[in-house]
C-alpha cells in the first residue's frame, strides 16, 4: 500500500472513530466537511403513562488535513438542538422533565500511520451538554477514543479502539469495533455514519445498487446525558435519553464530496432517567418502541 493510500485509509479511521463524516484527507491536503441531519422521534408511550416525542437537529464542521507521511490531524466542531415534547408523563409528576436540550463543543482528530498497514487515531473532546436554562459551566463533559486499525488489501480496515468519557457525575468506558470489510462483490460490514441520527456505536451491512445508490441495515447504541436547567422540576440535576435504535438506510453521492443519507427505524430499550445533581437516580422509565426517522445532508471540499 503506498503512503497516499495509507493516508486515505488513516482517514476513514478517522471517520469510524467518531470525528465528522465523510471527511478524507490526500497526503498534503486539507479537506473540509460539513453536514445537518434533521431528526425525528415519533410518539414513544412511557411506562406508567404518557408519552414523549422529540425533534433534534444535528450540524457538524470540520478540517482533516495531513501533517507529514501518513499523518493527519485536524478539528470538529459540532452543535445538536432537541426539542423534546411530553404529554402526561405519570412517572415524572405529570410535568416535563426537561424541554429543550442543547449540545456543542470541539474534538481534534489525530492519526498517526505505521508502515504501510497500520494506524493508530486519538479523538480528544470537549463538549458542554444542558438543558435551556442550565449552568453551562457545570454541562461540560470531556474525553476521547483512542484506536488502532489494521488495513487490509481491496480497500477492508478492522480495528479496536477504546472510548473514555466524564459525563456529568458518571465515568463511562467502553470498547469499540471498528469496520469496514467486504463481504461479496456488492456487500459490506461497516460502522454507521458518525453524522446521521444513531451514531457510529453500531454495525450495519451495506448493499451497492446498479443506480448508485446503496442500501444499509443495521443497529447502533444511542446516549444523551445532559444537566437539567436551574429552575426545573430537579433544579441543576441530570437528565439521560438512552436506546437501541435498529434501522433501514438508503444513501447515494452525487458528485465529488456531495452525499445524501436517509434513515427510518425503530428505538427500541428506550429508557429516561432522572438523577439530582450528584448523579444519584430519582426517576428511571422504561419507553416503548418508538420510530425514527433522519436525513442527513454531507457534503467534502
Known amino acids: 500500500m503506498k503512503r497516499r493510500a495509507t493516508s486515505r485509509a488513516a482517514a476513514a479511521c478517522f471517520v469510524a472513530a467518531l470525528a465528522a463524516g465523510g471527511a478524507q484527507a490526500q497526503q498534503g491536503s486539507w479537506r473540509l466537511s460539513a453536514s445537518i441531519t434533521p431528526v425525528y422521534l415519533g410518539s414513544a408511550d412511557l411506562d406508567g403513562g404518557g408519552d414523549f416525542s422529540e ?10 488535513g495531513s501533517i507529514g507521511g501518513a499523518n493527519l490531524a485536524g478539528v470538529t466542531f459540532n452543535y445538536e438542538r432537541s426539542d423534546y415534547s411530553f404529554s402526561r408523563p405519570a ?28 494506524a493508530l487515531g486519538a479523538i480528544p473532546s470537549l463538549d458542554w451538554s444542558r438543558e435551556n436554562g442550565a449552568d453551562e459551566g457545570e454541562s461540560l ?9 489494521r488495513f487490509f488489501d481491496g480497500g477492508n ?20 469495533l471498528l469496520v469496514d470489510w467486504k463481504l461479496a462483490d456488492r456487500w459490506r460490514l461497516l460502522n454507521p455514519l458518525p453524522a446521521g441520527p444513531t451514531g457510529p456505536a453500531g454495525l450495519e451491512i451495506d448493499y451497492r445498487l446498479d443506480s448508485g445508490w446503496h442500501l444499509g441495515v443495521g443497529a ?15 433544579a441543576d440535576g441530570i437528565g439521560e435519553e438512552r436506546g437501541f435504535p435498529v434501522f433501514l438506510r438508503a ?16 428505538v427500541t430499550a428506550g429508557q429516561l432517567r432522572v438523577e439530582d445533581r450528584n ?11 418508538a420510530p425514527i426517522f433522519g436525513v442527513t445532508f454531507s457534503a467534502r471540499y
Do not use: C, H, M, Q
Not at 447502533?220 to 430537579?234: C, E, H, I
Not at 444513501?251 to 425503530?266: D, H, K, M, P, T
Open 279 to 289: 448523579g444519584n437516580a430519582l426517576r428511571e422509565v422504561d419507553v416503548d418502541p
Open 220 to 234: 447502533a447504541w444511542r446516549t444523551k446525558r445532559f444537566r437539567l436547567s436551574d429552575a426545573g422540576p430537579v
Open 141 to 149: 463533559t470531556w474525553g476521547g477514543v483512542l484506536s488502532a486499525t
Open 251 to 266: 444513501s447515494r453521492s452525487f458528485g465529488e464530496g456531495i452525499s445524501l443519507f436517509l434513515y427510518a427505524g425503530v
Open 91 to 118: 412517572a415524572f409528576g405529570g410535568t416535563a422533565p426537561w424541554n429543550v436540550v442543547k449540545r456543542y463543543g470541539v474534538s481534534v482528530p489525530l492519526v498517526f500511520g505505521f508502515g504501510d498497514r497500520w
Open 55 to 64: 425533534f433534534s437537529t444535528i450540524v457538524r464542521a470540520g478540517v482533516l
Open 157 to 176: 480496515r478492522l480495528g479496536i479502539g477504546v472510548g473514555a468519557f466524564d459525563r456529568l457525575e458518571k465515568t463511562s468506558v467502553y470498547p469499540l
